[in-house]
């Protein structure tokens, strides 16, 4: 079983529309990350949050410790947006280790 | 800053042969990690690092090698390359602190074929 568990694996939207990702986790955390990965790039850190809600322009990121859940949003998707998000969270353990969820591949159509 | 770096960007080596992937970052920070990712996986810790001098195994060591001999340099050592070994790697590096988290830098990725 994966520590961090991501839904969907794929996502198509159109421009405009709302969308949602989830992430799930089973280990106790000092922080959840969103990432986001371009086709053939790298790796950016969008949020690290543990408790509440952040918003950073048209994404915001929710989190639930009692459930152990977050979602990240993106208002009015734009095709830009297309890339992988990847749920991670770090740990309190030794190494500070993260674990990492497979990720969401996102697709915006014009 | 630039950040953290990662080179070679890409590379193709064949059975049995041996290489290193460089990783260096300049923002001072005291933990490192190499990771490994494919298709479909999410990122798989190979090696980390808390401070120089001092590295300890993640979940996928075998067939890797590390070294800390500065804050900087965090380099990864493959012996003997298998085609299981193709693969992106990414290095990364965050600071931290009793009780506070930071965020992760990821460097640019290595893309590893091995034919």
């Known amino acids: 079983k994966n520590e961090v568990e991501q839904s969907p694996q794929n996502l198509t939207a159109q421009e405009g529309e709302f969308i949602t990702i989830n992430c799930s986790y089973s280990?106790?955390?000092?922080?959840l990350h969103w990432l986001q990965q371009h086709p053939g790039g790298g790796i950016v850190s969008l949020f690290m949050l543990s408790s509440g809600k952040k918003k950073h322009g048209r994404l915001i990121a929710t989190i639930n410790i009692q459930e152990k859940h977050s979602s990240l949003h993106i208002t009015a998707s734009h095709p830009r947006d297309s890339a992988v998000y990847i749920c991670?969270?770090?740990?309190?353990?030794?190494?500070?280790?993260?674990?990492f969820g497979t990720g969401t591949s996102l697709t915006v159509i014009p | 800053n630039a950040g953290v770096t990662q080179t070679p960007k890409f590379r193709i080596l064949k059975i049995g042969q041996s290489m290193t992937l460089q990783c260096t970052q300049d923002?001072?920070?005291?933990?490192m990690y190499w990771y490994r990712q494919d298709p479909g996986m999410g990122l798989k810790l190979i090696y980390y690092s808390v401070g120089a001098g001092i590295t300890d195994k993640g979940e996928v060591p075998n067939g890797y090698n590390v070294s800390r001999s500065t804050t900087e340099d965090f380099p990864l050592r493959l012996e003997l390359a298998a085609p299981s070994q193709t693969s992106v790697y990414f290095c990364?590096?965050?600071?931290?602190?009793?009780?506070?988290?930071?965020?992760?830098?990821f460097g640019p990725g290595t893309r590893l074929t091995v034919t």
């Open positions: 923002m001072n920070h005291n933990y």
């Open positions: 280990v106790g955390i000092s922080a």
């Open positions: 991670a969270v770090s740990t309190f353990n030794t190494g500070n280790q993260f674990y």
């Open positions: 990364a590096s965050t600071h931290r602190r009793t009780g506070i988290t930071y965020e992760q830098y």
